[in-house]
């Protein structure tokens, strides 16, 4: 399966408030450590973060990255997209070569 998934935090951090800059990267790059660290072939752009892998071991990459965001804030805020295509592997790759090759061959 590819999932991609986006998280960030809200609100004040039961820890305290934090500088009032309204910027996430820090909650992101926790996240992000995480998918990382997973071993799960990944990908992130500006908006995703896309994991590749079996559907327990993504959704537990996911659940990890989330509690992570979550010391950032009060809430958080998580949108998934998944492609569940059984015995499939190497998509988060091949998807976009098939396209490049069509924009390529213009069909």
Same mark, same amino acid.
């Given at each position: 399966?590819?999932? +991609?998934?986006?998280? +960030?935090?809200?609100?004040?951090?039961? &820890?305290?408030?934090?500088?009032? =800059? +309204?910027?996430?990267? !820090?909650?992101?790059?926790?996240? /992000?450590? @995480?998918?990382?660290?997973?071993?799960?072939?990944?990908?992130? =752009?500006?908006?995703?973060?896309? @994991? *590749?892998? *079996?559907? !327990? *071991?993504?959704? =537990?990459?996911?659940?990890?990255?989330?509690?992570? /965001?979550?010391?950032? &804030?009060?809430?958080?805020? $998580?949108? @998934?997209?998944? !492609?569940?295509?059984?015995?499939?592997?190497? *998509? %988060?790759? +091949?998807?976009? =070569?098939? $396209?490049?090759?069509? %924009?390529? !061959?213009?069909?």
């Amino acid at each position: 399966m590819l999932l +991609a998934f986006s998280v +960030a935090p809200s609100g004040t951090p039961a &820890g305290g408030s934090r500088p009032t =800059d +309204a910027s996430v990267h !820090d909650a992101v790059a926790a996240a /992000v450590r @995480i998918v990382r660290e997973s071993g799960l072939p990944n990908q992130t =752009d500006s908006m995703f973060t896309t @994991i *590749e892998g *079996e559907w !327990d *071991e993504v959704f =537990d990459v996911v659940k990890r990255a989330t509690e992570a /965001v979550g010391k950032f &804030g009060s809430r958080v805020s $998580l949108v @998934i997209k998944a !492609d569940i295509r059984p015995g499939y592997k190497g *998509e %988060l790759s +091949a998807k976009v =070569d098939r $396209l490049e090759g069509a %924009l390529v !061959d213009g069909s």
